[in-house]
């Protein structure tokens, strides 16, 4: 086979679009041993075909089975994530709830004594506690007498500031007015020179 030729049919190889006949050529001419320079990578490929077994064609159903398997893995797949979920969901609840029960029966809560069966004791009782907070608000709130004391004090301050910034104000006006008559009676004296 001459080297154009060859080379023809190895880039229409390469690219997918020989024939069969023309791959039988390649094959017959590569299974031979007198192969020009260069090609032996070819030699190689060809040399494979020719030892490999034949592939069979599938058969008619055999797309159909692929799909399938694939679709009847893909369901086994999903169902068993559920499962998954429930399995977590229920151990962390089962978890939760042994908490919990451990909590109740290693801390017993204690009994609450706070019923009385005479009625005098209770309101007695009743009273000594009612005693007690009063006594705590009140040195509570006399603890904020000072804070009360300061807050007077700003507010009497907020007051000069305030007189302090009308006067300013009112200073800040007259120079404005004093400096706009100025300013009319420079334009008419402008004005006059003018003329």
């Known amino acids: 086979?001459?080297?154009?030729?060859?080379?023809?049919?190895?880039?229409?190889?390469?690219?997918g679009?020989?024939?069969?006949?023309?791959?039988?050529?390649?094959?017959?001419?590569?299974?031979?041993?007198?192969?020009?320079?260069?090609?032996?990578?070819?030699?190689?490929?060809?040399?494979?075909?020719?030892?490999?077994?034949v592939i069979p064609v599938p058969s008619a159903d055999f797309e159909e089975r692929i799909k399938k398997v694939v679709y009847d893995?893909?369901?086994?797949?999903?169902?068993i994530s559920v499962r998954k979920r429930y399995i977590y969901i229920l151990s962390s609840?089962?978890?939760?709830?042994?908490?919990?029960?451990?909590?109740?029966?290693?801390?017993p809560q204690p009994k609450q004594e706070d019923?009385?069966?005479?009625?005098?004791?209770?309101?007695?009782?009743?009273?000594?506690?009612?005693?007690?907070?009063?006594?705590?608000?009140?040195?509570?709130?006399?603890?904020l007498k000072p804070i009360g004391k300061i807050q007077i004090a700003t507010l009497t301050g907020m007051r000069s500031i305030d007189r302090s910034?009308?006067?300013?104000?009112?200073?800040?006006?007259?120079?404005k007015l004093f400096e706009q008559i100025s300013t009319n009676e420079n334009q008419i004296n402008i004005r006059n020179n003018n003329k």
């Open 1 to 15: 086979m001459k080297e154009e030729r060859l080379k023809e049919l190895l880039e229409k190889y390469y690219n």
């Open 17 to 53: 679009d020989t024939s069969l006949s023309e791959e039988e050529d390649l094959r017959k001419y590569f299974s031979g041993d007198d192969i020009l320079d260069g090609y032996e990578a070819e030699k190689e490929i060809f040399s494979h075909y020719s030892c490999a077994d």
């Open 73 to 79: 893995t893909e369901k086994n797949k999903s169902s």
């Open 93 to 107: 609840a089962a978890a939760i709830l042994l908490l919990i029960g451990s909590y109740f029966l290693f801390f």
């Open 115 to 143: 019923t009385f069966s005479d009625p005098k004791l209770a309101y007695a009782e009743t009273m000594r506690i009612l005693n007690e907070v009063s006594v705590k608000l009140n040195k509570g709130t006399q603890a």
């Open 165 to 175: 910034a009308v006067i300013i104000s009112k200073n800040l006006k007259r120079i």
